[in-house]
C-alpha cells in the first residue's frame, strides 16, 4: 500500500511482508522498491513482479 504525505513524499509498506520504503519523489519511489524488494529476498527468491496499490486521500469541495 502506498500513501502520499505531504511531509514525507511517499510511504509505502508491504502487505504480507517487513517492507517499508519512504522516498521523496514518485521517480525515485520505482528503483527504491526494487532495491528493498532485493535486499529483503536472498539468495535469488525475489518476485518477478511487485504489485502497487495507491492510496489516496482526496477532498472535494462541492
Known sequence: MI??????GL???AA???IFVEVDN???F????CDVVTLHFEGGSA????RMYFVRDEI???
Open 30 to 33: 520505482y528503483c527504491r522498491v
Open 16 to 18: 504480507d511482508q517487513a
Open 60 to 62: 472535494i469541495v462541492s
Open 26 to 28: 514518485e521517480t525515485e
Open 11 to 13: 510511504l509505502a509498506r
Open 3 to 8: 500513501k502520499q504525505t505531504p511531509e514525507r
Open 47 to 50: 518476485p518477478l513482479l511487485s
